[in-house]
């Protein structure tokens, strides 16, 4: 009994505090809503893929707790995007199209949530791309608000491995690919996604992009051609892949606009958000297998891959890969990576690897002329520099394998980064070893002699003839790609007249002599 008092009190104290709370009395909204934006743009998506899903915030600044009697798309239920309104659904027969009674309470905001799916052909069938709009209706009459929606679709053209129904599981399985992998004349089972493109389906040309789920693959006797101005995108870990007896043609030319690259053949991801339009590792590669040949890649821009190019076997063949005026950015990996192959490259702009822009690995043959090497890599650390050559390879049971450098030739070249050094010649005594720098400019500095033995002979004019150390370039904006060079540079003129092309990767006309690196120098224009 002595108890009592003490729950009674509580009892009194719990009915007193609920008889003094203030209930929510929510009144009809006003027109008063703030909004973080008036327009929200969607940014750009292909026909019939998802966009990525775009916020607005909705704010009551007003003292009373506000009922919204109606929120909804203007097009209602026939409206290509859809909401989602504080983790609620709406109310109508099509979920995310119409939502009732929507409750915010005074000084207090919530979260719209707003993706779309589109049809191009809903839209209107003679067009490749179309500007989608509606708005977002808040309340209506004299009261109304609305917020703009804006979304470019693009058609496309879509290409991807088929699903077929497994029997014995009883589920869907995708397409893989089956060829001959080791060149033994049998083909093999492979676990790599994606399908060969038929007849009708080797010419890109400029009319739609191109999207690519999975790999593309060209058949033994089969050529790709790429025509100017063709845009191919591909979906996370796809590519391109061309087999033995196979061959890539990239037929760009040069852009009069350096901002569009009209002429350019660009190969880029699929997600087309300005978020992502520098994101590396985006896609995998464009893979050249052993065997095959006459691959020829001219004015194309290559970003945001895992490996840019992956180049296999035929090193004594001096047409396996041919590629100039070419830019390759963003690769999480590598930009060109080499096993035991053969290249000659022109007029090239590599950067931005998570590894090395150009990696010459197991041995093989390269010839580089007026290219710039170079490697501005922030997003992590990186272990390896801008320029990797090496004569062998080690695989999973450590076993060492070597194959001759036949020739590794880097002439009026620019091998830079944000590192010191920028080159590595790892060398295995086993095996030949076979380069030489002419007229290049190379950031290597080896302060604690961590880096022997002969190929480190810079003395050797075998091995380096008017080569310059360390001194900086002046790159125009090296994190943004843009690896220009000043009128004055160290790199101005420091060149010597040699190389297939008369003309630098801008199309402008190479002086005498000529600079180092993919550009003729240019007076910066200000800020």
């Not at 589109?118 to 067009?127: K, T, Y």
């Not at 450590?398 to 036949?406: D, E, K």
Request: hydrophobic letters at 35%.
């Amino acid at each position: 009994m002595k108890r009592l008092p003490i729950f009674f009190f509580g009892l009194i104290f719990l009915v007193f505090w609920s008889s003094c709370r203030k209930d929510f009395n929510f009144v009809p909204g006003n027109g008063t809503l703030e909004f973080s934006k008036d327009t929200v743009f969607l940014d750009t998506v292909f026909t019939n893929i998802g966009s990525s899903t775009y916020n607005l915030k909705v704010y009551n600044r007003s003292n009373d707790d506000i009922l919204i009697p109606t929120l909804r798309l203007g097009q209602g239920q026939n409206s290509m995007y859809r909401l989602n309104v504080d983790g609620l659904t709406g109310s109508g027969p099509i979920a995310g199209k119409e939502f009732e009674n929507i409750e915010l309470l005074a000084k207090d905001s919530m979260y719209i949530f707003i993706e779309t799916t589109i049809d191009i052909q809903n839209l209107v069938s003679s067009e490749t791309q179309f500007l989608y709009t509606d708005v977002i209706e808040f309340d209506s009459g004299s009261n109304q608000q609305t917020v703009d929606l804006v979304t470019l679709v693009k058609d496309a053209v879509f290409i991807y491995p088929q699903r077929f129904l497994d029997n014995a599981t009883g589920n869907y399985v995708i397409e893989t690919l089956v060829f001959d992998v080791d060149g033994d004349g049998i083909d093999d089972e492979t676990n790599i996604q994606g399908r060969f493109l038929e007849a009708s389906e080797l010419i890109f040309t400029d009319e739609k992009p191109y999207v690519i789920y999975g790999y593309a693959a060209v058949d033994a006797g089969d050529e790709l051609i790429a025509d100017a101005g063709a845009r191919v995108h591909f979906h996370a870990n796809s590519g391109l892949l061309i087999t033995d007896g196979a061959s890539l043609k990239v037929n760009g030319i040069p852009s009069l606009d350096q901002e569009t690259l009209e002429g350019e053949v660009i190969f880029e991801g699929d997600r087309l958000e300005p978020g992502f339009s520098e994101v590396p590792g985006q896609w995998q590669t464009i893979w050249l297998f052993n065997g095959s040949t006459d691959n020829i890649i001219n004015h194309a821009t290559i970003k945001n891959s895992t490996v840019g190019i992956l180049s296999d076997g035929n090193s004594e063949d001096p047409t396996k890969l041919t590629i100039t005026n070419s830019q390759i950015y963003n690769s999480s990996n590598f930009g060109i990576l080499g096993r035991g192959t053969s290249i000659y490259g022109e007029n090239l702009a590599i950067n931005s690897a998570g590894q090395s822009a150009f990696a010459g690995t197991y041995g093989g043959r390269y010839n580089i002329v007026h290219s710039t090497i170079a490697n501005y890599w922030t997003n992590s650390f990186r272990q390896f520099p801008a320029l990797l050559l090496n004569n062998f390879v080690i695989d999973q049971d450590n076993a060492v394998f070597t194959n001759p450098l036949s020739e590794a030739n880097f002439t009026n070249c620019i091998i830079f980064g944000n590192d010191n050094p920028e080159m590595l010649l790892d060398r295995d005594n086993a095996d030949d070893f076979n380069f030489k720098f002419t007229n290049c400019l190379i950031r290597f500095s080896d302060p604690n002699n961590n880096f022997n033995g002969p190929q480190y002979d810079f003395n050797d004019i075998n091995l380096y003839e008017n080569v310059l150390f360390n001194a900086d370039p002046e790159f125009l904006d090296p994190q943004m790609n843009q690896l220009q060079i000043p009128n004055g540079s160290i790199s101005d003129g420091a060149g010597i007249n040699f190389g297939l092309l008369i003309t630098d990767l801008n199309n402008i006309v190479r002086g005498s002599p000529p600079d180092l690196g993919a550009y003729e120098s240019t007076e910066f224009e200000e800020d």
